[in-house]
């Protein structure tokens, strides 16, 4: 390997209007601004890493911050030595003696980590020449299990296990790989029906993605029980009942709340009820899953789920039928990997939350990574698809009736275009520095 | 009341050097340097509010500039309007349909709102003229949990039971104010056993705090089994088996490493354990507690806990016997209260985590609140105390013959003297200037 030294973290606020168009609204996020802190880390031979966390404008430069604070731990280190320990790296980051206060392994010094570890993942897929599912596909068992710290979640697994569980996997590997790269990954979208559009927009949005080869369909939910019943019905009529119709609630209900409302629209065939409550209620999943279960509906969380040990107890629990594992969240792609170790030992298949930015980018390849060499198949999973934000990208995605190609680029499609970056950074870029001067957005007060 | 607003926030990063003794080292931290985001709140008419929340040393510059964020929310309203709808307020600061995402109600961002809703809270009492332990007392039962945002809890204590409950336990207040004023509230002490001291050392403080009348003491744990043997067996040769014994791992063990460890102890007769484990592992909590059981071993943890949500379930589970509420963490008083009402409901009692910072100075005003008007009992309680860093408020504890005693002057205690700010103040007070001259500590990088 590229015998390289970390010399430098370069640490961008970048935010894009999103809320003027409303996309991206739901029932506690009534004006997201899809955001991100990018991190770009540096090395002294030309290899870089482009790493990022999703945020919803204010407080990304919260983040920025503990981007900076914390890249103090991997400057200066030796690629080869990272890539070789990467588990050692992992918890010098999250488990600083001084720093882990203002977590542990939780919030804003949670996401910070997640940008600065996928930057470090992109790294190494840039120098290995791949894109990150092929490089997570290539690493013998003992490599890929050497990355993961298994601190607080040996009463559900081991390394010898996840060593184990891969070995015993490996079996039709080299065929499995063929089919991605032929058909892809199946997508669903939440396009459809965000929480501000009107009934004839999500109506011709139904039909449009529709057409495009869509099977399955995600609406929010919980601020109007009424208006929810009218809108699945409407959405009902233009799908049909041969394809999935999924519900989010993003937070919004109280545990008993959530039964009675989610009831409400069992008629409608829902396959799950996405963040009924509080993504740190364990056991009010449990209660919620377990009460809505005799009506054929499944619960769903994890985009907010703060740790591998929030998602152990989730999984203990049977508190989710469906296991959103986040791309930008917890502590990047190191620990994501002891999320789909732990859900595939609990029996719960992993659908993971994308949209944002750069969510569907990266969260692909962990996807892809786990049908090619963990669990080899895509049976009652699928992927969140929103198309919007892609062009930023250097390496978008690339949706193919209904299913996520294979990206070929190495890396972990997560570089932003140059001109992107001088538009949307925050607030100097060019394109906010004419919405405050057109009125559209207020200039930030210091 | 006074007809002020809200017009600005000095937000302080100070940090005191209490690595270079070894002062507060446990298992998991190892050099603290003992810290604090620092928020003053100024207001048109000359009142001032004095708010912190606790750190570690390095990553507080990303909490106070959560601070700093955060403080939006609040700047410009009417002191007034806050008070007669605190819960909205709180509200406001914890659910910004942007800023929500880099929590939620969780790490820097909570840590941050708990700095600004403690020093609304010593605004508030200042105004009163009562110490904040009085302000709470004199409340009526429905303007004290108008205070509370019960959203995520209703599962477990609604509003209504919550004035119930108050006025149900309001008989005997005064008598009780009576013996508050002249007994005070027991502590327990953690001094004679932080992880970095000699036997020597721990010997001599067990003598002096025997000597103070301290009945209770508590001992980090966790690293060597053989050493955690000889240290308890240390102890009770000094305390005898009178008094109690306490001990503390600080979250180093895994769920099955802590009952096979804990187990080995139980033959010093240890009241609890305290952190066995992640502090977001409720159902390991719950599996330790049970283990522990039938050695009588309690299991006592909250200092880290990031939320109500979470406290609501450690309680469920039965995952702890001691409820350690921590008056710098959760977001603050307010919701510090809906924990008290819970684990009153679900008969677990509430003794507090103090220490580090200011850690002591607010929470005796909590538990002297509890004692006087909620549980009207100090059975099976005790705070947590350490005689460090209360040279730097104005209005410092003052703990006679092992008791809190109450605090006297108006507020929460929080107000750091002018002297201490211009000292420790990082980077530029005057000690850390001196400090890293000196070679004693290396100058902060960018």
């Known amino acids: 390997m590229e015998n390289a030294t970390i010399t430098d973290a370069i640490v961008k606020d970048l935010r894009f209007p999103t809320s003027l168009n409303a996309d991206g609204t739901d029932a506690m996020h009534t004006d997201p601004n899809y955001s991100c802190a990018y991190v770009i880390i540096v090395t002294n031979t030309g290899f870089e890493g482009h790493g990022?966390?999703?945020?919803?404008?204010?407080?990304?430069?919260?983040?920025?911050?503990?981007?900076?604070?914390?890249?103090?731990?991997?400057?200066?280190?030796?690629?080869?030595?990272i890539y070789s320990d990467f588990a050692s790296?992992?918890?010098?980051?999250?488990?600083?003696?001084?720093?882990?206060?203002?977590?542990?392994?939780?919030?804003?010094?949670?996401?910070?980590?997640?940008?600065?570890?996928?930057?470090?993942?992109?790294?190494?897929?840039?120098?290995?020449?791949?894109?990150?599912?092929?490089?997570?596909?290539?690493?013998?068992?003992?490599?890929?299990?050497?990355?993961?710290?298994?601190?607080?979640?040996?009463?559900?697994?081991?390394?010898?296990?996840?060593?184990?569980?891969?070995?015993?996997?490996?079996q039709g590997k080299e065929e499995r790989e063929k089919v991605l790269l032929k058909k892809g990954y199946p997508a669903y979208t939440t396009q459809v029906?965000?929480?501000?559009?009107?009934?004839?927009?999500?109506?011709?949005?139904?039909?449009?993605?529709?057409?495009?080869?869509f099977t399955a369909f995600k609406v929010k939910v919980g601020i109007n029980?009424?208006?929810?019943?009218?809108?699945?019905?409407?959405?009902?009529?233009?799908?049909?009942?041969?394809?999935?119709?999924?519900?989010?609630?993003?937070q919004i209900w109280e545990v008993e709340e959530a039964i009675d409302w989610v009831k409400r629209l069992a008629e409608f065939k829902i396959t799950w009820i996405e963040e009924p409550t509080s993504p740190d209620d364990v056991l009010g999943h449990a209660r919620i899953a377990a009460e809505l279960e005799p009506y054929g509906i499944g619960v769903a969380t994890g985009e907010m789920c703060a740790n591998r040990v929030m998602f152990k107890q989730l999984l203990q629990a049977r508190a989710i039928k469906y296991c959103q594992i986040d791309s930008a969240r917890i502590g990047g792609v190191n620990e994501i990997l002891s999320v789909y170790f732990m859900a595939l030992?609990?029996?719960?298949?992993?659908?993971?939350?994308?949209?944002?930015?750069?969510?569907?980018?990266?969260?692909?390849?962990?996807?892809?990574?786990?049908?090619?060499?963990?669990?080899?198949?895509?049976?009652?999973?699928?992927?969140?698809?929103?198309?919007q934000q892609h062009e930023h990208f250097e390496?978008?995605?690339?949706?193919?009736?209904?299913?996520?190609?294979?990206?070929?680029?190495?890396?972990?499609?997560?570089?932003?275009?140059?001109?992107?970056?001088?538009?949307?950074?925050?607030?100097?870029?060019?394109a906010w520095q004419h919405m405050f001067k057109e009125g559209i957005f207020p200039e930030p007060v210091d």
């Open 345 to 387: 030992k609990l029996g719960v298949p992993v659908c993971p939350h994308a949209g944002g930015v750069g969510l569907c980018e990266m969260v692909q390849h962990l996807q892809m990574w786990d049908f090619v060499a963990l669990s080899g198949t895509s049976e009652n999973r699928v992927i969140e698809y929103v198309d």
């Open 225 to 250: 029980l009424k208006e929810d019943i009218k809108r699945c019905r409407l959405i009902r009529e233009v799908i049909g009942y041969k394809n999935k119709l999924m519900v989010d609630a993003n």
């Open 89 to 170: 790296v992992w918890r010098a980051l999250t488990s600083d003696s001084q720093m882990r206060w203002i977590g542990p392994e939780k919030g804003v010094s949670h996401l910070a980590t997640a940008a600065i570890i996928n930057a470090l993942w992109d790294l190494w897929a840039r120098i290995e020449g791949k894109p990150l599912w092929k490089l997570l596909v290539d690493l013998t068992p003992e490599q890929l299990v050497s990355t993961i710290d298994f601190r607080y979640i040996t009463d559900v697994i081991t390394k010898d296990e996840a060593v184990a569980i891969l070995k015993s996997n490996a």
């Open 395 to 430: 390496d978008p995605t690339n949706v193919q009736n209904a299913h996520y190609m294979p990206p070929t680029a190495p890396g972990y499609s997560t570089k932003f275009k140059k001109q992107s970056v001088a538009e949307y950074e925050y607030p100097n870029g060019v």
């Open 52 to 81: 990022m966390t999703f945020t919803l404008g204010r407080g990304t430069e919260v983040v920025t911050q503990a981007c900076k604070s914390l890249f103090r731990l991997v400057k200066g280190r030796n690629v080869k030595e």
């Open 193 to 213: 029906g965000w929480m501000g559009y009107s009934d004839e927009k999500v109506k011709d949005l139904c039909k449009k993605y529709l057409e495009l080869g």
